[in-house]
């Protein structure tokens, strides 16, 4: 089966740290892009943090310099460090990854499930 599987959701408090982890299993050729993306009720679902196989990220605005993403391609895993966390952070984050199955297939995206964040004031 060919899954991504979010994990360190929660609850924290304004100020504090969560560590959010995405591992992509089953076969897979390549992966290109990973990364985080959030969606709080009534908002629009927005990019938290993305980074590439060679290491070059980019961040959402509103998270940079608070968040830290990182990977580690052996384990085809991407790990979401968010510190000074504030109440508007709340929202329901969603690993997204750019995925070749085959050398001979197109890249495509592939979603988790999603896994909540709730940041109290």
């Known amino acids: 089966q060919r899954q991504l599987v979010e994990s360190g959701g929660g609850l924290a408090q304004a100020g504090g740290s969560l560590r959010l982890s995405c591992v992509a299993s089953?076969?897979?050729?390549?992966?290109?892009?990973m990364g985080w993306y959030r969606q709080a009720p009534g908002n629009q679902r927005e990019l938290v943090a993305t980074i590439t196989d060679d290491g070059s990220s980019v961040y959402g605005d509103s998270v940079e310099g608070r968040f830290t993403i990182t990977r580690d391609n052996a384990k085809n895993t991407v790990v979401l460090q968010m510190n000074n966390l504030k109440p508007e952070d709340t929202a329901v984050y969603y690993c997204?990854?750019?995925?070749?199955?085959?050398?001979?297939?197109?890249?495509?995206?592939?979603w988790g499930q999603g896994t909540q964040v709730t940041v109290n004031s």
């Open positions: 997204k990854a750019e995925l070749k199955i085959y050398f001979w297939k197109s890249y495509h995206d592939y």
């Open positions: 089953g076969t897979i050729f390549s992966i290109n892009h």
